[in-house]
């Protein structure tokens, strides 16, 4: 890897010096963008175990015209080296609007770290190329010295300047300004309303919501996100302080509904508050989102036994921390829809509470996965990769695991191996899910300790079997050998002209037509994006790249019963799969089409209300 990003580096600074590095230009979303970047840095920041937040502020534009590649390898190289330079504290990745002149907004982009920080005399050369902080530095630290120089001329090219403040022994913070066109009408990006500006103004306006976390930055951050949903947010630094306005709150005509809780906390963390007030009426009843960064370490796990409240991991994402706030007030309705479903299993089936914990990096996976559970009475809980879910897993109790094999960060088999090394987790059933149907596959999956598993496109009614079989009404032996559940019909689907195969889709989400809608959204706004990276990993070789990426849009695809670019998403996992790219450039117009037919369908769809 290490070679690799000295060869990336060369490359750049190369072409950047010959003056043919040029910029390109195409929608992007910006929020998106900003929080890809924990992704991509997230390594480091586990193993330090420094705390990392992204913020967007709130007015920042999402949808903006520019080089978002460009721009994201400036951020991860901002971030990256304040990683390196960081041991303890935080990083704080921010986005604000400096001014906005008709349909251009100048943002200010900033990495602040709590680091060792720059001397004086060495801020002035640390842009030259080759160059570090000094001579101890390098032997400390590594480094070629043309991160900061590349990302210097980026931001240039760009039209900014990349400036530095710091401190020796503080930290640093570094800044760029940069103008970009925003794009006006979200029909140019997307769909014609995105969820937030649909969906929030009704269902979080006015909702009274506590935020408890020592950390000041965390708390300013949620604040900043809350208010621009219309929340009304208080917050404090620590449990005592909460449960006394808890206490005050709950007799008055507006208590908190919900409390987003720091697990990690001096004094009394975040469990201790909960079981407080779970056990105590004069504290109200509100909903629990229990917050916590990856890879900390997990204090009074069995206090989480008999609760229900929700988990978030660090660094929050806006889109999750939406969707979370969005099924914890809407959890009864949900309960509700699944009895009233003629086709969906009453509660009775499942009588005791149980909890599901559904491991998947693709949002419209995630989000079928949930909602299906969701309709059989079961509380479901998510993580979008195999370091959350073991995260997950230390702060609740679970009764099945479903678990995505491929996914960035940590994957399903190697989370799964970590998983069974802890005796409490021997007995806990986890349920591959996979696209692929190979006995080798199948043979990786009993290797790394899991005991069935479900192909994908998830279905509904395979799903239920699933869970039936390892979450018996009756005690009863579970066979440990995989049972190959598929969702893959066994006959031919009929030939179906328009991009998606609407019946079937609908049939695979049990006939949920709001459901429908919600995951038609997800994949038109995270399609480009895949798109976006796909292309990239095509231009630079990148197989592995290309790989992830056209495997996580052929599962978006199927879920929505999009064969053709289900299709070719394929060709192009293989490809990256076989290490052998030859012929992907000439698959990406062809892709490019299919999903630009895919937006037009789908948002006259859901314009005209033609789901039913």
Known sequence: DQLLSLINDILDFSKIEAGKMELESAAFDLVMLVDGIADIAGHGIVEKGIEFMCHVHSGVPQWLLGDSARLRQVLVNLVGNAVKFTERGEIE?????????????????????????????????????????????????????????????????????????????????????VEFKVVGAPAECGLSKSRDACEVEASLSGRRILVVDDNATNRRILEDVLSAWECSVSSVASGPEALDLLKTNAASASPFELVILDVQMPEMDGFEVEYTVRNNSEFGSPKVVFLSSIGSNSPNSELLASTTAHYLGKPVRRSTLLDTLMDAFDSSAQTERGQASHESPSQEEFAAPHHILVVEDNQVNQRVAASLINRLGIAVTTANNGLEAIHALDHGTFD??????????????????????????????????TAHVARSDRDRCISAGMNDYLTKPINKDHLKLMIEKWIPQEPQGGDESLSCATSMSEEEDSVCPSPIHIERALDQMGGDVELMHEILRIFIDTAPQLLETIQTASNQNDADGLHMAAHSLKGAASNICADATQAVAFKLEMMGRERDLAGADSLLPELEKHLSDLKRYITSLIDMGEIA
């Not at 920080?117 to 043309?146: H, M, N, P, W």
């Open 93 to 177: 990745l921010s986005v604000k609007e400096i001014c906005r002149t008709g349909d251009a907004a100048k943002l200010r982009f900033s990495v602040r770290d709590t680091g060792i920080g720059i001397a004086t005399d060495r801020l002035s050369v640390i842009f030259e190329s080759f160059t570090q902080a000094d001579g101890a530095t390098t032997r400390k630290y590594g480094g070629t010295g043309l991160g900061l120089s590349i990302s210097k001329q980026i931001v240039e090219l760009m039209g900014g300047s990349l400036q530095v403040e710091s401190q020796l022994g503080r930290g640093s913070n570094f800044y760029f300004d």
């Open 400 to 433: 099945l695991v479903f678990m995505d094999v491929q996914m960035p960060t940590m994957d399903g088999l190697e989370a799964t191996s970590q998983i069974r090394l802890h005796p409490k987790y021997a007995e806990l059933p986890i349920v591959a899910l």
